[in-house]
């Protein structure tokens, strides 16, 4: 695998390169200068190329411009080429020069200079001073039309690895999305995975803006991790880029396999994160509710907070029998491989499919036990037959005369039911049920 880095100062449009090389909307774009922080990584479709966009380059000593440059050079460091954007409107900058210094510096491999914002060359100002910066010749781009990235696909293959004709091989990572409000280290339990401080920690909140997808193998498999922005009340969200960022965190929902929705332990549990929640179940994922900082709760307080949450979960939801629900220390680590170890349960529960007699029996012991209610014609309710049609979410249909007149109370009454003979008490379940055609029945 190549791994190519995308390096400059901020605003330079490398963000909108990498969306246009990947195909992709992965890395956050917003004319504001310094919105991407951590580094992103994606791969060019129907290549072996490895693409990896960096937060703009600063001389900040301290704070998260400093963290971010840091993270953002030993991305540089590792790459097997780089791609040097600059911006054409504005001109060659002094911190350009100082950049590219650095970059030769820290890394012998190869770099394309492009020269960014070139939909018109009458715009461009002083496009012969980039010779400067002893890269060679400049390239004309226009990241945001795709102008110029014939000449970037060239120059990768000069460097190896495939551009045509790849294998697509099936994606079997697992996709893990770490959900939560802010601040409540999503990012160090990353870290923690990892072993190593890929993700930025700081203690004040909203520092994570983009949806950072990381492949890594972890206890025994091949996963996705994806470290999201952290999700606010609407009415606290006034900032345009904290908008953006809560929107890829939701849609980090819906492309995820399994959501571990990191709590802060140490603070009482707030609409907030039942919201969160609320969205994964609707969304047919498998959830973990991780309670962080669980080292700096009081002993004396353990059980009891333990049992008002899992008291609001079962309050709150229906889809969902036994929240999956525990006790971590992101930061020292304690419990963190029981997390995964119990996802990778939940998972591999979720992918089977359960035997279409095992289900109608299940069924039939339920109906003994509780027959249907009458239905609004005082008739008596007829349940056929039952089978399982889908997985992520296990889905079930069951046969039967009058749908529409089983009311929830029963329907939650075979869910649970179901769930505990089928050990489906911590997955999401849905039930529909299927009307007779049959016109003798």
């Not at 190593?196 to 091949?222: A, C, H, L, M």
Request: hydrophobic fraction near 40%; charged fraction near 30%; glycine fraction near 8%.
């Amino acid at each position: 695998m190549i791994k190519i880095a995308i390096a400059g100062r901020p605003n330079t449009g490398k963000s909108t390169l990498f969306n246009g090389l990947t195909g992709t909307r992965d890395a956050l774009v917003h004319d504001r200068p310094g919105v991407t922080r951590d580094v992103v990584q994606g791969n060019i479709p129907r290549t072996t190329w490895k693409i990896f966009d960096t937060a703009g380059l600063e001389k900040t000593k301290i704070g998260i411009g400093a963290d971010s440059t840091n993270m953002a050079m030993s991305a540089i460091e590792k790459a097997d080429a780089i791609l040097f954007v600059v911006d054409g409107r504005a001109g060659l900058m002094s911190e350009d020069i100082d950049w590219a210094r650095q970059i030769k510096r820290k890394n012998k491999a190869k770099v394309l200079l492009l020269v960014n914002k070139s939909e018109s060359e009458k715009r461009l100002t002083g496009i012969h001073d980039f010779y400067k910066l002893g890269f060679g010749e400049p390239v004309l781009i226009a990241a945001e039309h795709k102008k110029g990235f014939d000449k970037i696909y060239e120059f990768l293959e000069s460097i190896g690895g495939k551009s045509e004709e790849v294998e697509i091989k099936t994606d079997n990572e697992l996709k893990i999305a770490i959900l939560g409000q802010p601040n409540v280290g999503k990012s160090t339990f990353v870290n923690k995975v990892l072993g190593e401080n890929r993700q930025i920690v700081k203690d004040e909140p909203g520092v994570t803006r983009d949806t950072v997808k990381i492949s890594t193998n972890f206890y025994g498999r091949d996963i996705v991790l994806m470290d999201t922005a952290g999700l606010r009340r609407k009415a606290g969200v006034t900032d345009d880029v904290e908008t953006l960022s809560a929107l890829k965190s939701l849609s980090a929902i819906e492309n995820s396999n399994v959501v571990i929705l990191i709590i802060d332990a140490t603070r009482d549990i707030e609409n907030q994160a039942l919201g969160i929640a609320s969205r994964v179940y609707d969304a047919g994922k498998i959830l973990c509710v991780a309670l962080n900082k669980w080292d700096l709760v009081d002993e004396n307080e353990r059980e009891a907070k333990l049992l008002k949450l899992k008291h609001q979960f079962n309050n709150s939801f229906h889809q969902i029998m036994k929240p999956l629900i525990l006790a971590i220390s992101a930061e020292k680590g304690t419990g963190v491989k029981n997390v995964f170890k119990r996802v990778y349960e939940l998972w591999d529960i979720s992918n089977s499919r359960a035997p279409t007699s095992l289900i109608n029996k299940i069924l039939e012991n339920l109906i003994e036990k509780r027959q249907p209610p009458m239905s609004r014609l005082k008739r008596p309710m007829k349940i056929k037959f039952a089978s399982q049609v889908g997985i992520h979410p296990n889905r079930i249909v069951i046969n039967t005369g009058g749908a529409s007149d089983i009311p929830e109370s029963y329907t939650r009454y075979l869910r649970r039911g179901l769930a505990r003979e089928l050990n489906w008490e911590q997955i999401p379940i849905i039930l529909e049920y299927k009307k007779s055609e049959n016109p003798f029945d």
